[in-house]
């Protein structure tokens, strides 16, 4: 049974950081890419960061990209996404996703950020 645990959301003043952890079972986890997604109310879930499998390539959203690193650990099943420089527009519900094959996508249950002095 495939589960994905997000962990470390909350309330940081503009400037600050998080670092947000999902903890993932149930599948073979270094043989999959691994995505970081955001969503805020009324609008389309965005996906924010993307790892390789076993994890040589990052790619990021532009609106992220260089405040945003995306890490995983191939042993203990977590992939991290450490935000800095946080800004009130990185407010949002942020999910921990996986693709294991056509239209097989699994999410975990989110974790709030906000971000406001």
């Known amino acids: 049974q495939v589960q994905l645990v997000e962990s470390g959301g909350g309330l940081v003043q503009p400037g600050g950081s998080l670092r947000l952890s999902c903890a993932a079972s149930?599948?073979?986890?270094?043989?999959?890419?691994m995505n970081w997604y955001r969503q805020v109310p009324g609008k389309e879930r965005v996906r924010v960061a993307r790892i390789s499998a076993p994890g040589g390539v990052r790619t990021y959203d532009d609106s992220v990209k260089g405040r945003f690193t995306i890490f995983r650990d191939n042993v203990q099943y977590t992939v991290d996404l450490q935000m800095d420089n946080l800004k009130p527009e990185d407010t949002a519900v942020y999910y921990c996703?996986?693709?294991?094959?056509?239209?097989?996508?699994?999410w975990g249950q989110g974790t709030q950020v906000s971000v406001s002095s």
């Open positions: 996703n996986v693709l294991l094959g056509a239209d097989v996508d699994y």
């Open positions: 149930g599948f073979q986890f270094n043989a999959y890419p």
